[in-house]
């Protein structure tokens, strides 16, 4: 999407701001997440209208918790100089205009932000029909009546944990449609465990063939020796028992610093060593024994942890750390 102008002119620096990007996405986030409840139960242009804010209130809100860190995390992996320089107060020295300036899409700003908040579950493959609706509804004017319900549920899901970390009232940001956007949530929630409940059954029904004709002895043996082996392939694998048939199944975790990096300086100076605290979130569960496998927000649906203690912190390279200095 186009960004706004920055306020600043050819030549001449002002005062900046380093949260004015936040804010100025966030109220529109606000505006657009309150017209899209207004309007999707409605017909014609308004449903259209319902699908394209929904989508880009999630986008701009997504962004507004980017800037939030740093308005730099706006910008597309491969930019220029003049973008860089509207969105961190300079754009005096640009050589364009502030409206020239390209931010990241959708997808790539909910990835960034998963990768940021590790509460925000965000999967391409089932959210992107947010996205979907409001492509399709702003270049063909085409949207169904379930489609364009489907993504405001997933307008209010994916806002829900941004909302959370940047202590924002839901009630204050839907206002008149607080109620509407949290019955949407219940109704995402209820999706999820339908999901999971689905899941169970298929576990069991496999479970039941793989044991049918075993005794007692026989089975204990053979379901041990299949949970004894980790189907993990992740940053962090943490031993789970599964929830449909009490044996050892597998959560898989992406490893994320946490905390600011310690460093400790020998005493001559000369070296010394460097660590940051790590902890484990969890993406998905894998269990060998009943085949059942939960990923995403399936996991907290199963009542799943959603995170680790690591005891083992990551050791940071000092010549990384301060960029060939001498420290």
Same mark, same amino acid.
């Given at each position: 999407?186009?960004?706004? !102008? ?22 529109? *986030?606000? !505006? ?14 308004? %449903? ?36 860089? $320089?509207? $969105? ?21 700003? /909910?990835?960034?932000?998963? =990768?940021?908040?590790?509460?925000? =579950? ?7 029909? $947010? ?12 949207? @169904? ?11 209010? =899901? ?27 949530? #219940? ?16 576990? %069991? ?13 026989? %089975? ?9 082996? *980790?189907?993990?392939? !992740?940053?962090?694998?943490?031993? @789970? @028992?599964?929830?449909? /048939? #009490? ?42 024994? /009943? ?37």
């Amino acid at each position: 999407m186009n960004l706004p !102008s920055s306020g600043s002119s050819q030549g001449r620096r002002t005062p900046y701001d380093p949260t004015i990007w936040s804010k100025r996405l966030l109220r529109s *986030s606000q !505006s657009l997440a309150r017209s899209a409840l207004a309007n999707f139960t409605q017909g014609g242009s308004d %449903r259209l209208r319902a699908a394209v804010d929904g989508g880009t209130a999630v986008e701009q809100l997504a962004k507004a918790y980017l800037a939030s860190y740093h308005p730099a995390l706006l910008l597309e992996r491969r930019t220029s100089l003049d973008s860089l $320089l509207h $969105l961190t107060g300079h754009g005096g020295h640009a050589r364009n205009s502030a409206h020239e300036v390209r931010s990241v899409g959708a997808g790539e700003a /909910c990835d960034r932000v998963a =990768r940021l908040l590790p509460t925000f =579950r965000y999967t391409p493959a089932a959210d992107q029909k $947010l996205f979907d609706a409001r492509n399709s509804a702003a270049h063909l004017a085409l949207v @169904t009546n379930e489609g364009v319900h489907e993504a405001i549920k997933i307008m209010v =899901r994916l806002n829900a944990p941004i909302l959370h970390a940047m202590s924002i009232d839901p009630s204050v940001f839907y206002g008149d449609y607080a109620s509407s956007a949290a019955t949407l949530l #219940d109704e995402a929630a209820d999706e999820d465990a339908a999901i999971v409940e689905a899941k169970f059954a298929a576990a %069991r029904h496999r479970l039941a063939q793989r044991v049918e004709g075993l005794d007692a002895e026989q %089975r204990a043996l053979v379901l041990g020796a299949i949970a004894s082996a *980790s189907l993990g392939d !992740s940053d962090h694998d943490e031993s @789970t @028992t599964c929830p449909v /048939c #009490d044996q050892q199944g597998w959560t898989l975790c992406e490893l994320e610093d946490v905390g600011d990096v310690q460093v400790e300086v020998d005493e001559d100076g000369a070296g010394g060593i460097a660590w940051v605290e790590q902890q484990a979130f969890s993406f998905a569960f894998v269990c060998a024994v /009943c085949g059942l496998n939960l990923e995403g927000r399936e996991l907290e649906a199963a009542g799943l942890p959603t995170h680790f203690e690591v005891e083992e912190a990551r050791e940071v390279d000092l010549a990384e750390l301060y960029d060939g200095e001498d420290y």
